[in-house]
């Protein structure tokens, strides 16, 4: 147990608590990606969370793809 929170794992809010670690780590928010959370993986073998990339414009940029603007020539 520890000794500054009294609990085991530790509190959150403990300056002891250490995070678990994760084995993928989100491109965009740079956060681990724990167990249960969604995720994509790109072409590129690049993992981010689903809910970072809902937005289309980043799952577009995180896809690889410019966004381009069309233009009459
Ligand atoms: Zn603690
Ligand atoms: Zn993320």
């Not at 084995?23 to 990606?33: A, L, T, W």
């Amino acid at each position: 147990m520890c000794e500054i929170c009294r609990s085991y794992p530790c509190h959150p809010r403990c300056p002891n608590y250490i995070p678990p670690k994760a084995s993928h780590y989100c491109s965009i928010c740079k956060e681990g990606i724990y167990d249960g959370e969604e995720y994509i993986e790109n072409d590129y073998g690049k993992y981010a969370h689903w809910d970072c990339v809902n937005y289309g414009r980043d799952l577009i940029k995180f896809l690889g793809y410019e966004i381009n603007t069309m233009e009459d020539e």
